[in-house]
Structure formats: C-alpha cells, structure tokens
C-alpha cells in the first residue's frame, strides 16, 4: 500500500499476474452474457416496434379515409397534431384547422384505390414516417384522369398517442 494525499491501494505484482486460462474464461462468460442480453434486448425492441408500426400503419389508413372518403372532421382532429403542418393534394402546406377545413369545404369527391403496401421506419421511439403510394379517382371521371401520389406522413408520439405531425403527397408522373 501506498499512502499520499488520499488513500490509494496499489495491487501487488501477485495480485496483477492471473492464471491466462481464468482470463480466457472470465472473457467468454462476459462475451456469453453480453449476447444474451443484446438478444433479449432486441426482442423486445422488435416486439414493440412491431406493435407500433401497426399502429402507424392503421392511423395511416384511418387518415386516408378521412381525409380523403368520409372528408371526417373529428376523425381528422384526433389524427393531426395541433404543432403539425400539412401539405395538400395542391401543394399548399396548411396548419391543423386550415388543413381540417380545406378537407370540409373541397367540392372534389374522389374514389381510391386500397392503400395495401405501407412502409414505416422509425426514428427512435417516438418519430416515424410512413411512405406509399395512392391511386386517386375524381367520383364519375375516367380512369384516365386517375392520379398517383406517394405520400409520406410524419408521425410522432404526443401523450402516449401516435400523432400525425406532417404529411407530403408527392405526384408522380404516368
């Protein structure tokens, strides 16, 4: 032992020098219990991802059919943040209660395809975006004037509840 200013305990040579093998196995036991923590870690991760990209995919579809079919304004208020901002069909972006209100007052009603594949990544925890793509009808035009967008909704957690906090429909040329 050494003493100085504060106590130091300084390990004799004896105590440094260790058999390789102990170190070997020391090595292996904390690599073993490493990767069974990742593992369970990431079960866990997935399983829950899992379950919120359910939920993303479902808010995303409930939006289309708000948005879009039942033109519902409650719907709508419930899936958009009060801090989100909202691109349209016309490139305009629009806050919550403009965005709401553009949806009400549209004399274009439109048929749509089923929105079937639905891309989320996540970022973290609490942010996500959703990307895909939608065939838009105006009601009694022809197929000809069908119009595809891909569309991406940002989505973040808001008091536990996945919220829309912006979206960007993008046209894509035939």
Known sequence: ????????????????????MKNDIKMKRDTVILVVLLTLGSFSSNAQ??????????RSRLFNQAFLE????????????VKGLFGNFENYIQAKASSIRTVLES???YDTKPVEDITVVFGGKSSAVS??????????????????YRVM???????GKWKLLGSQPVYLEK
């Open 131 to 148: 990307v895909y793509i939608l065939e838009m009808i105006p009601v009694g035009a022809d197929k000809e004037l069908s119009k595809k």
């Open 1 to 20: 032992m050494e003493f100085g200013n504060a106590l130091r305990i300084v390990p004799t040579p004896d105590e440094t020098q260790q058999h390789p």
């Open 70 to 81: 039942r033109r519902d304004s409650m719907m709508l208020n419930d899936l958009l943040s």
């Open 107 to 109: 004399k274009i009603a």
């Open 153 to 159: 909704l940002f989505w973040a957690k808001e008091k």
């Open 49 to 58: 991802s899992s379950k919120s990209e359910k939920v993303i995919v479902d």
